[in-house]
């Protein structure tokens, strides 16, 4: 795969003890791209076998080895480019988020054996299901031809309005509650309130968290970085530490990855060591699995009564009483979507993948402007 001396181009890049970092050239608007690979690549410098032997990974592998050298083969970056999945020659570019799902769906696909594949879906892939409970006995709703209770998802990463939600046992009751019919009832206690319960099956080592809107003016003098976060897993708790993320602001996208303990931001061509006092709005978290603990404790998706406080259950319950008050923008565009499907005519499952990854498309084209 190696070509000529001619196609190389001499990056910039700066050197963290033993590794040198390069930039990337932005042409025709890669911006979030070019995040997408630096991405990649800090994920593949803590992990050389992270992606696998397949056709697609080795490429990758071959640019990265190469930008470890302080140079980049140009061919190989516009072949990449050429399958990112988007139209990054379009005027609105792309969305970083989504072309790291895209990168690592085409990896997964590549994989001829079934060992490599597992091994990647441990790395990659968040498994959950998304229980309906009533709000009065706490029992979980029972499925039927009309009404759906309970979704089992599987993805590369989540969407959240903070940071924090994305590990809290908190569901995704805007899909039920425009799924299913409003005078739906408990079928044990006939009561019209609802809550969503989430049950993780299997937390990654690596996890990817996207916000619906960035979060404004963020910088490592505040210690934002810092945080760790746990994930309950059955009886596991996953802690998890941020290594990196992705900024947005003015229509552009820049990766801050963390190298030795040393931060340094990935503008396009230009590579330089992150300041403390440094604002950015980060769009989205990569976070790396650090420890787990077993604990005792009680699996809230059993026929249990639920011992939340009133403040809890705020936040975490609703009603199918109508009510537009606090909508967000995600919920305005899942409802959009429910009203035009025809729910009797569609198998459950079929239209639960359909509603999520639509609203997933959605969600990029009404929140994220995606000019470079």
Request: glycine fraction near 2%; hydrophobic fraction near 30%; charged fraction near 20%.
């Amino acid at each position: 795969m190696r070509l000529s001396q001619q196609s190389y181009y001499q990056p910039k890049f700066i050197q963290i003890k033993n590794k040198i970092l390069t930039g990337l050239p932005n042409l025709r608007g890669i911006c979030y791209i070019n995040s997408a690979i630096q991405n990649l690549r800090q994920l593949y410098e803590i992990d050389q076998t992270i992606f696998g032997s397949s056709y697609e990974a080795n490429k990758l592998k071959v640019l990265f080895e190469d930008l470890n050298q302080g140079m980049c083969d140009q061919a190989i970056l516009d072949e990449i480019v050429k399958n990112s999945k988007q139209n990054q020659y379009d005027i609105n570019g792309g969305d970083a988020f989504m072309c790291i799902n895209n990168f690592l769906e085409m990896i997964n696909q590549a994989l001829q054996s079934n060992e490599q594949i597992e091994e990647f879906n441990n790395n990659f892939l968040l498994q959950y299901t998304d229980h309906l409970l009533c709000k009065n006995c706490s029992k979980i709703v029972k499925n039927n031809q009309d009404i759906i209770t309970s979704y089992e998802q599987q993805a590369y990463g989540q969407e959240c309005e903070e940071l924090a939600e994305a590990f809290t046992l908190k569901g995704d009751q805007d899909l039920f509650k425009y799924a299913n019919p409003e005078n739906m009832v408990c079928n044990q206690c006939n009561l019209r309130q609802f809550k969503c319960n989430r049950e993780y099956k299997k937390a990654p080592n690596f996890m990817m968290v996207r916000l619906l809107s960035p979060r404004r003016n963020c910088n490592l003098s505040d210690g934002f970085h810092k945080q760790e976060f746990e994930l309950q897993v059955q009886e596991i708790f996953e802690k998890y530490q941020i290594i990196g993320f992705c900024d947005y602001k003015n229509y552009h996208y820049k990766y801050i990855a963390n190298y030795d303990d040393s931060w340094v931001e990935f503008n396009d061509n230009f590579v330089t060591n992150v300041k403390q006092y440094q604002q950015y709005n980060p769009i989205y978290f990569v976070l790396k699995k650090i420890s787990n603990n077993k604990k005792n404790i009680q699996n809230p998706n059993k026929n249990i009564q639920n011992t939340q406080t009133h403040q809890e259950k705020q936040d975490n319950s609703f009603s199918y009483q109508k009510n537009n008050k606090g909508t967000n923008q995600n919920s305005q565009i899942q409802k959009n979507i429910a009203q035009n499907i025809d729910f009797k005519d569609k198998d459950i499952a079929s239209f639960v993948n359909i509603c999520v990854q639509l609203s997933h498309t959605s969600i990029k084209e009404y929140m994220y402007p995606q000019m470079l």
